[in-house]
């Protein structure tokens, strides 16, 4: 069974920094591409980095300068570094991932992790 998980949230200061990790574990072969989102309570979920397996990054303007994507294929794990991190931060992060496997690529989600900025 082809599963996302994610981890390395939690609690940080304003101004601090988190490394949030997204491990895929079955039969895959790599990551093709990962996208990273964020949901806030009472806000639509929105996207925050994207990164395909040939190193092309795109980034949200809140997230430029501040949050750097990559993936590690040796591990099938990707992660997303946030630096500076401010309270209007605070989410839910999802990560998206689609998967190399025998036959195609298919697409599938973390069960998200809790990230929260204190001021």
């Known amino acids: 069974q082809v599963r996302l998980v994610e981890s390395g949230g939690g609690l940080v200061q304003a101004g601090g920094s988190l490394r949030l990790s997204c491990a895929a574990s079955?039969?895959?072969?790599?990551?093709?591409?990962m996208e990273w989102y964020r949901q806030a309570p009472g806000k639509r979920r929105e996207l925050v980095a994207t990164i395909t397996s040939g190193g092309s990054t795109n980034y949200a303007d809140s997230a430029k300068g501040r949050f750097t994507i990559s993936i590690d294929n040796a591990k099938n794990t990707g992660y997303l570094q946030m630096n500076s991190l401010k309270p209007e931060d605070t989410a839910v992060y999802y990560c998206n991932a689609l998967l190399r496997q025998s036959v195609a690529s298919y697409s599938y989600w973390g069960q998200g992790t809790q990230v929260t900025v204190s001021s």
């Open positions: 079955g039969s895959i072969f790599s990551i093709a591409a």
